[in-house]
């Protein structure tokens, strides 16, 4: 059995879904979910949900006895094993380790995986698994079609949020600059040969509304109507992407399946620990 602890936003669940749903199948093992995360949530950091129940996952939530099984198979000598790895080696395996696809048996997975590394030899299987369950509603139908519909759409992801009002995340994330979403747009300007379809998406639309204004044919696609989940497939649907240094528009451009789509991503994911995210956007994809 393969256990996986989940946290995070919903970016960082896919990836860490991913991770351990590409190892469950490589080890023909039952994956299973420990989301005590989200039922200890602390009141000082920002608050996280469960997220991946809108999708068609292949994975069971676990009990808590299980969860301690798995997790301290030797009692007392596993918890002080664990406390050590986490607290003072910081294993968050953010990059890249071959050691994790590789691993058999009963496993407890608890990390980031923020890579494409950890499941892109299981690509159609995740992509099939992150379908939504549920119908649209009529205002996300509406703009799947107009999306759809349009020439040379690109989604445009501006991530503020946590990234300017919490001073940990300020201080770690940092936020794109309008200068990279400028440049970002001139780069897929040059590259289509004709003016493309903006389709913006952000947790502060309104500042975006106001302090972001482009030369193109733009729709502010945010709004509260509209949950997470549902615009990452409106982002999927676009051509093309300028994604912020976020997990969450990371994943709206990769399950955009198309070869040819360009996607623009920030060179310097972090402020802070840089090495930590040196595998987070593929190479295929253009860094500034």
């Known amino acids: 059995m393969i256990l996986l602890k ?9 990836f860490q879904y991913a991770c351990g749903r590409a190892l469950s199948i490589r080890n023909n093992e039952e994956l299973k979910l420990d989301i005590t995360e989200y039922s200890n949530n602390n009141t000082t950091d920002v608050v996280r949900h469960y997220s991946l129940s809108h999708f068609n996952i292949k994975a069971t939530i676990v ?5 301690e099984k798995m997790k301290y198979p030797h009692g007392f000598i596993s918890k002080v094993a664990r406390a050590f790895r986490t607290k003072v080696r910081r294993e968050f395996y953010i990059n890249f380790n071959p050691n994790i696809i ?3 048996g009963n496993i407890y997975l608890d990390g980031f995986f923020q890579t494409e590394k950890y499941f892109i030899d299981k690509e159609k299987e995740i992509r099939r698994d992150l379908t939504l369950k549920s119908r649209l509603n009529t205002k996300v139908k509406e703009l799947s079609e107009k999306i759809t519909n ?7 992801h501006v991530r503020r949020g946590d990234y300017v009002n919490h001073p940990v995340s300020n201080k770690y994330n940092g936020t794109c600059s309008v200068e990279y979403y400028r440049c970002a747009l001139d780069i897929i300007t040059k590259k289509v040969g004709a003016i493309p ?7 502060d639309i309104d500042w975006v509304r106001e302090n972001m204004p482009f030369p193109y ?7 509260p109507e509209i949950k997470d989940y549902e615009e990452l497939h409106l982002m999927s649907l676009c051509h093309h992407h300028i994604i912020a ?20 991503a920030p060179k310097r994911w ?17 860094k500034i």
């Open 6 to 14: 989940l946290k995070g936003g919903l970016g960082n669940q896919l």
């Open 63 to 67: 009990a808590v006895k299980e969860i």
């Open 102 to 104: 590789k691993r058999k």
């Open 150 to 156: 349009a020439q040379r759409s690109v989604s445009l």
């Open 197 to 203: 379809k903006i389709f913006i998406f952000s947790d």
């Open 217 to 223: 044919p733009t729709t502010y696609v945010s709004s």
């Open 245 to 264: 240094n976020s997990s969450f528009s990371w994943w709206g451009a990769w399950l955009d399946p198309r070869s040819d789509k360009i996607v623009v």
């Open 270 to 286: 972090t402020l802070k620990n840089v090495s930590r995210h040196r595998d987070t956007v593929p190479s295929s994809w253009i």
